[in-house]
């Protein structure tokens, strides 16, 4: 009975003192890892090191508490252990460890060691576990505390970035712009249902990664080169879920040339073909479904199908359904016929909307590039004309309206040749450089008419003025087309390319939008009473 009363005593110490000791470990091991993510935050600030790993400090008191967790478990702590110190405890003369003792070592029961136990047995009854290993956590939590505000103080304190250096004020405010437009971007996708229901998962996903990178892009601290990498990280994801996307439009090129060949339309090049093939098969299962086509009217269906699969094969293409259905209408089963071309129809349908959906995704990544471009100075906007494009930050060079090397000495005079008038004093444009190549008068009038006195009127050239600058050979005299012209013509020619030739929709954009800037008609408006063009002011 005395020696059950020890034993069950000793295993409630025992438990009691893991369960302190413990504590104690895990406690020193926040209070560590809280003092390594003021160091590793200080750092950052100091230097400007690793800013675009600011918030891992989160990861440093986390990895010292599953540390300190497991080097108490692989801690031993045997019973004579907790003994030990009980009696030290309780000033108990090492009667719990030599009771202990004996039980394990199973000694004959000998007068005294009866009187040990009796003796040990009502020693224990009075003994409470929470005295003998009472919880300290007044002293743990004020050193936690203490380290917290020094943390506190750390995040609040301001990026120096002695050995970085701070990024341009201009170039943050450039970020936190493209990063609202990127978080909008994000919230019209979370609304925005796929039309295939296959495509949830990859529009979940690109929503998240969106989020993701607009809260990224917001930390002050970020930098030009991380924001760019984070953008382009994004961009290679929507890619992969879209690269099926450049097969389809293939297969429908070859498609619209096999199916629409025949047919003199303008508006074929812009028409989808798996759409109208949807209506196509739609139409034709209806017809069929009426049990009172004659026989020229079956023949006429039999021939428009054939074409149809024909069109197919030679786009690498191949319908089951379809083949299907002209085996029932060869054998005279038109009702069969026309539930294949349903079906037909249902799957061209389907592969219709996948790809506008794979659109929507590209557009995505169009939106990114144009935040890559207006982050990297290669395209600028009034939405910061605080920031100035500076040689080599774009894709060409600004214009000055005289020369070609720029390097002359500029003036403050507007330039001679209206054509070469920036749109934007802030905003380099291929406007000047268009009309520079294209124009119907040269501005280097210094040069091939110095010797003539009075001013050049706004009037037809007769003969060509003579100029430093490199192209053609010229033969004899002649007039050369005003800017207008050649923009018109060179602009039907790329609106025709871009309908017949196979170009990914996002340089159909890009191409578009550079024949909108150099537009030589843009700020001139015409005058009623006249007729003629004038300039905006």
């Not at 290679?236 to 879920?241: F, K, R, V």
């Not at 023949?299 to 074409?307: F, S």
């Not at 061209?348 to 982050?375: K, Y």
Request: charge should be positive.
């Amino acid at each position: 009975m005395e020696e059950s009363m020890i034993l069950q005593k000793i295993r409630e110490l025992y438990h009691r003192y893991r369960m302190i000791t413990g504590w104690e470990k895990i406690a020193g091991g926040i209070f560590t890892g809280l003092i390594l993510a003021c160091i590793y935050i200080a750092f950052v600030k100091v230097t400007g090191f690793w800013t675009g790993y600011y918030w891992y400090f989160i990861a440093l008191p986390i990895a010292s508490v599953i540390v300190a967790f497991v080097l108490h478990q692989f801690k031993k702590v045997s019973f004579m252990d907790v003994a030990l110190k009980s009696d030290e405890k309780l000033q108990l003369k090492e009667k719990l460890s030599t009771a202990l003792e004996w039980i394990e070592q199973q000694k004959i029961r000998t007068p005294m060691f009866r009187g040990l136990l009796r003796d040990t047995a009502q020693a224990s009854k009075e003994v409470k576990e929470s005295k003998v290993f009472p919880l300290e956590w007044k002293s743990p939590l004020k050193k936690i505390s203490a380290v917290s505000v020094f943390l506190v103080v750390f995040l609040w304190m301001p990026t120096f970035s002695l050995f970085t250096g701070q990024e341009d004020p201009k170039i943050v405010r450039a970020i936190q712009q493209e990063a609202k437009k990127i978080e909008e971007s994000a919230k019209k996708l979370e609304k925005k249902q796929p039309k295939n229901p296959a495509n949830l998962k990859k529009f979940k996903k690109a929503e998240k990664e969106l989020k993701k990178l607009a809260s990224e892009l917001k930390s002050p601290d970020i930098k030009k080169r991380e924001a760019l990498a984070k953008i382009s990280r994004v961009q290679d994801s929507l890619s992969q879920d879209t690269k099926q996307k450049a097969d389809m439009e293939k297969m429908e090129q070859e498609l619209k040339k096999a199916l629409f060949s025949g047919e003199n339309k303008d508006d074929k090049g812009d028409e989808d073909a798996f759409g109208e093939l949807s209506k196509k098969m739609q139409n034709l299962a209806e017809k069929l479904k009426n049990e009172k086509l004659s026989k020229e009217e079956k023949e006429q269906i039999q021939k428009e199908l054939e074409k149809i699969k024909n069109a197919l094969e030679q786009s690498g293409q191949k319908n089951e359904n379809l083949e299907k259905a002209l085996e029932n209408m060869k054998k005279g089963n038109d009702k069969k016929a026309g539930q294949n071309l349903s079906e037909a129809g249902e799957q061209f349908q389907q592969r219709q909307s996948e790809m506008d959906d794979m659109e929507s995704l590209e557009e995505l990544g169009d939106e990114l590039e144009e935040s890559q471009d207006m982050i990297s100075g290669r395209k600028m906007s009034g939405n910061y004309p605080d920031m100035e494009f500076k040689e080599g930050d774009g894709e060409g060079e600004a214009d000055f309206g005289k020369g070609s090397t720029n390097k002359e000495e500029k003036t403050n005079q507007p330039p001679s040749n209206i054509y070469t008038k920036r749109q934007h004093q802030s905003t380099p444009d291929r406007r000047g450089t268009y009309e520079k190549l294209y124009g119907a008068t040269r501005n280097e009038y210094e040069k091939a008419t110095g010797q003539v006195k009075g001013k050049i009127s706004k009037g037809p050239t007769i003969r060509s003025l003579r100029s430093n600058k490199q192209g053609a050979p010229r033969i004899g005299d002649k007039a050369k087309e005003s800017p207008g012209e050649v923009y018109a013509r060179y602009k039907a020619l790329n609106e025709e390319a871009l309908k017949k030739e196979k170009i990914p929709s996002r340089y159909k954009k890009l191409i578009r939008n550079y024949y909108d800037e150099i537009d030589p008609n843009q700020g001139k408006e015409t005058d009623q009473g006249t007729g003629k063009e004038t300039e905006e002011n």
